[in-house]
């Protein structure tokens, strides 16, 4: 059977399968933070100064400073927050075999076991970087599905480990090369596999088990709170109406602000507006009812996008993700309507 055909067979039986998806609220998590008493040296923290409560390149200043992602403690911490905060998971941004990240990954997943919480992979970028194929992408998802997917603490759907998919990755190798990695996947990984791609079009929910975008800062910067409202109401349905029979993901964000980075100006910068950001896209979203709302993010410093304690917003968007989590997943699961 071609790849094609066999692409098109597991499409047509995932769409023709009963629906039983768990609601979930994960938050995408960065375990690429490294500092000299851990890990022997500065990883993506720069210019720290701890007695001014700064660190270069990113927005807030932690309020457990620059810590290390490889740091027991640090990790049993995030996931105890995590737990307090009613995310069921974590979206962790992964990037290659053996790097930096996916060392932090058997720890992680240690300690979310403990918590009763979730854990999947944001597969960042398709390697080798020089000549991106397919071929590249399947080596690394069947690690990540060989290495990891049979851990207790993997998120799962119907017994399937789940993979999310980057923009980045999902261009590298265009929507038809990664229909390929997924024909071959679950052909290759006994049960299969769930892949939720950040694309948000039915052509890409034709592909992929699910569909989600990672940040919607690009429609919300600039906006009052009642403008990021009134965006939220008329555009979280149609997202959600998009995904059809495929999981729903809708993204919650507290604010954005990369403007410390060296990146082109103007820059998308989405205020907090003292909490209500948060509190808006959450009240929002649960209007609109998907499978899952996505947190954006946990610990995204560089973009200040955290909810992670801060200190300079305290513990307000974790206090406010408690709030609405436990509604959400407190539901049955959705129903799609035609």
């Known amino acids: 059977m071609s790849i094609s055909v066999l692409a098109g067979a597991i499409i047509a039986g995932l769409e023709a399968a009963p629906r039983e998806v768990p609601r979930q609220v994960l938050a995408f998590y960065y375990g690429w933070y490294g500092n000299p008493q851990t890990s022997g040296r500065w990883v993506h923290w720069s210019q720290v100064e701890p007695a001014a409560?700064?660190?270069g390149g990113s927005t807030h200043y932690p309020a457990l400073g620059?810590?290390?992602s490889h740091d027991s403690q640090l990790i049993e911490q995030h996931c105890l927050w995590a737990q307090q905060a009613g995310l069921t998971g974590f979206i962790v941004s992964w990037w290659a075999q053996g790097d930096f990240h996916d060392q932090g990954l058997?720890?992680?997943?240690?300690?979310?076991?403990k918590h009763g919480l979730a854990i999947t992979v944001y597969f960042e970028t398709v390697h080798p970087r020089q000549a991106q194929s397919p071929a590249g992408a399947l080596r690394d998802v069947l690690y990540?599905?060989?290495r990891y997917g049979r851990h207790p603490a993997w998120l799962r759907v119907q017994g399937k480990p789940v993979l999310f998919i980057y923009g980045r990755a999902l261009g590298e190798i265009k929507p038809e090369g990664w229909q390929e990695v997924i024909a071959e996947a679950n052909r290759r990984y006994e049960g299969g596999a769930v892949f939720i791609g950040d694309r948000l079009s039915e052509a890409?929910?034709?592909?992929?088990?699910g569909i989600h975008t990672y940040n919607p800062t690009g429609r919300t910067a600039g906006k009052s709170p009642e403008e990021i409202r009134a965006w939220a109401r008329a555009t979280y349905p149609e997202w959600v109406k998009t995904a059809g029979q495929k999981i729903a993901c809708l993204t919650v964000i507290p604010g954005y602000d990369d403007s410390k980075l060296d990146r082109p100006a103007p820059r998308p910068v989405t205020s907090r507006h003292g909490g209500q950001t948060c509190r808006i896209l959450w009240?929002?979203?649960l209007a609109a009812d998907p499978d899952w709302v996505l947190v954006t993010s946990f610990n995204e410093w560089h973009e200040g996008s955290e909810i992670e304690p801060s200190a300079e917003d305290g513990d307000q968007a974790l206090k406010t993700t408690a709030k609405y989590a436990k509604i959400l997943v407190s539901r049955a699961a959705r129903i799609p309507k035609p």
């Open 53 to 55: 409560r700064r660190i």
């Open 66 to 68: 620059a810590y290390d």
């Open 106 to 113: 058997p720890p992680l997943l240690e300690a979310a076991q």
């Open 144 to 146: 990540l599905l060989e």
């Open 204 to 209: 890409a929910a034709r592909i992929f088990d």
């Open 283 to 285: 009240e929002e979203a």
